[in-house]
């Protein structure tokens, strides 16, 4: 099933079959892709695919898992995951093992949960355009559904409720004025 990210009023939500969400975007609001840019802060409109789902096992229990694990193409993280976001290296936009020399993000995070679950989307990968933005996911929203720095993001309990109903074959749309921007 097909999820779609769309603006209602001031805020934004997520759809997939009949349930909805609030959920955040980027700080910076939306940009078509053509126009975006690394750390730009900005979510890019189009449909991008589910490519998979990395988890936190020590913090996603089997029961909340076994909702989903059949769905999805899932790996669980681990403390050396990171994902490069260097325009100028050869694996921007790509999952790389920490310690690594050039710009990256780190997934597993002690300090917060926002990447306990993290669907990858297919954003900017196929292929790989440098510069055009990196590390574009849907993952757990912090308290207050506070902005990303360009991701979408659910609260934890509605993530979770959303797995059961994607698959890698589902895509994420994100829509503004109710018009999908390819």
């Known amino acids: 099933m097909d999820i ?26 939306t940009v078509h892709p053509d126009q975006k840019v690394e750390g730009d802060g900005k979510t890019p409109v189009g449909s ?3 490519r998979s789902l990395l988890f936190r096992a020590d913090r996603i229990t089997q029961e909340e898992r076994s909702s989903f694990i059949d769905n999805l193409v899932c790996s669980p993280l681990n403390q050396r995951d990171g994902w490069c976001d260097d325009p ?4 921007y936009n790509r999952p790389v093992i920490i310690p690594y020399d050039a710009g990256h ?3 597993w995070r002690d300090q917060e949960n926002v990447y306990d679950l993290i669907i990858i989307l297919g954003y ?6 440098k510069g055009k933005g990196s590390a574009i996911f849907l993952h757990i929203a912090k308290p207050g559904l506070t902005p990303t720095e360009g991701c979408i ?8 409720e959303l797995l059961p109903l994607i698959t890698d074959n589902s895509s994420l749309h994100v829509v503004i004025d109710g018009v999908q921007q390819d």
Do not use: F, M
């Not at 209602?8 to 349930?19: D, E, F, Q, V, Y």
């Not at 100028?88 to 694996?91: E, G, I, N, T």
């Not at 900017?124 to 355009?129: A, M, S, T």
């Open 4 to 29: 779609t990210v769309k603006q209602t009023a001031k805020s934004w939500s997520l759809h997939c079959g009949n349930r909805s969400w609030p959920c955040a975007i980027g700080k910076n609001g």
């Open 48 to 50: 991008w695919k589910v």
């Open 88 to 91: 100028q290296d050869a694996y």
């Open 105 to 107: 993000e780190l997934l």
């Open 124 to 129: 900017n990968d196929d292929p790989v355009v």
């Open 153 to 160: 993001a659910l609260a934890r309990d509605h993530l979770l």
